[in-house]
């Protein structure tokens, strides 16, 4: 069965003029659109659709084109599926909402490598950093390398400086794992290690986003600039201080504020004494 329209006077093919009536819910139309569709190149309805009425004619074609691909063409369903919905966030841990003292709860992160000259050439150097969960104030250390010896001597000189913390939250690292054991059997006061899943980078996101902050002062202080041992030391303590005094709370209008800007530099004391 074929159509009549007003075209039968137009300079086109007699196929076009009178192109073929399918039915809207037949198993064979379904068939035939899927067939254009797939020697168009999976093209959208609008093109599907034009090519089809060169021969064919489909009573509500856009509605009925656009049933077949969502519900029989597994490539573009595949192709523009939407990505999963993210669940609600939590609620924050204590640790980030509690008065405490300043670097009592931390989160700890290596960064790096970076390649650094020395005396024999060119080495790797990596950034060991804490963050307070609280207060976001951070400390930084350079070291040599990855291994159980340095990481106890960036935690002795952190809490030297800063006071046993009483919680860590990190990655699962092999030289974090044997510097737990060896902290538990020393220390009077045991700390609490709190390891992130394997595999889920996600749920270090508290010193993750300071990753960021660090990585972007490095980037605007150097370039592309390869500095010496000494260099990089005085590099990553200067990156310290600017990434602490970075606003903790948006002040939108300075003129009418009276109250200075606060910055993770507030829980420092060596801070306090500069001011």
Not at 236 to 252: F, G, S
């Amino acid at each position: 069965m074929r159509c009549l329209g007003r075209l039968e006077h137009a300079a086109l093919p007699e196929e076009t003029v009178h192109p073929v009536l399918l039915p809207k819910s037949s198993a064979l139309t379904r068939l035939i659109v899927l067939a254009r569709h797939n020697e168009s190149g999976h093209a959208g309805v609008s093109q599907t659709l034009a090519n089809m009425r060169k021969r064919y004619w489909i009573p509500q074609g856009r509605a009925t084109v656009k049933r077949i691909f969502r519900r029989h063409c597994m490539a573009c369903r595949r192709w523009n599926a939407k990505t999963l919905k993210l669940p609600a966030f939590p609620p924050l841990p204590k640790e980030r909402t509690w008065a405490t003292r300043a670097s009592q709860n931390v989160g700890l992160y290596y960064m790096g490598p970076t390649t650094v000259r020395d005396l024999t050439g060119r080495c790797k150097k990596w950034i060991a950093f804490f963050t307070c969960l609280a207060t976001r104030a951070i400390h930084s250390e350079a070291t040599k390398n990855l291994s159980a010896e340095q990481f106890l001597h960036v935690l002795r000189r952190f809490i030297a400086k800063n006071a046993y913390p009483t919680g860590i939250v990190l990655d699962n690292a092999p030289q974090f794992q044997l510097v737990k054991q060896v902290m538990q059997n020393t220390l009077a006061a045991p700390i609490t290690w709190q390891f992130i899943t394997p595999f889920a980078s996600w749920q270090g996101g508290i010193y993750e986003r300071i990753v960021g902050l660090i990585k972007t002062a490095f980037r605007n202080a150097i370039g592309r600039r390869l500095l010496d041992e000494e260099e990089f030391k005085t590099l990553v303590v200067e990156c310290d201080a600017i990434v602490n005094r970075c606003r903790l709370r948006l002040q939108k209008n300075f003129k009418a504020s009276r109250l200075p800007p606060t910055t993770g530099d507030h829980s420092s004391t060596s801070a306090q004494s500069r001011r």
